[in-house]
């Protein structure tokens, strides 16, 4: 890359970008977190993290989420 271009493009990173990008809207939305879904009745905690089984608060999180993936554990030998 030539000493110009790199001037250029430095100049051009340089330079603030537009308030806002014309045809979008900027709108602040909550952030809705779904509540925990462990139990009956419902743990109803948050903030939560989303699993395959439901959204789960730290408390209620799944030690596999993934059984059907199990990888077989072999030793040295290669024998399970």
Do not use: F, K, W
């Not at 030539?2 to 100049?11: K, P």
């Not at 925990?36 to 109803?44: F, I, K, M, R, Y």
Request: proline share 16%.
């Amino acid at each position: 890359m030539s000493a110009a271009r790199l001037a250029a493009v430095r100049r051009r990173l340089d330079t603030a970008p537009p308030p806002a990008v014309p045809g979008q809207l900027t709108v602040e939305a909550p952030e809705q977190g779904r509540p925990c879904e462990h139990g009956n009745p419902q743990c109803a905690a948050l903030p939560t993290r989303p699993y395959v089984c439901g959204p789960r608060c730290d408390t209620h999180q799944p030690t596999n989420t993934r059984p059907y993936h199990r990888r077989h554990i072999t030793d040295q030998n290669g024998t399970p």
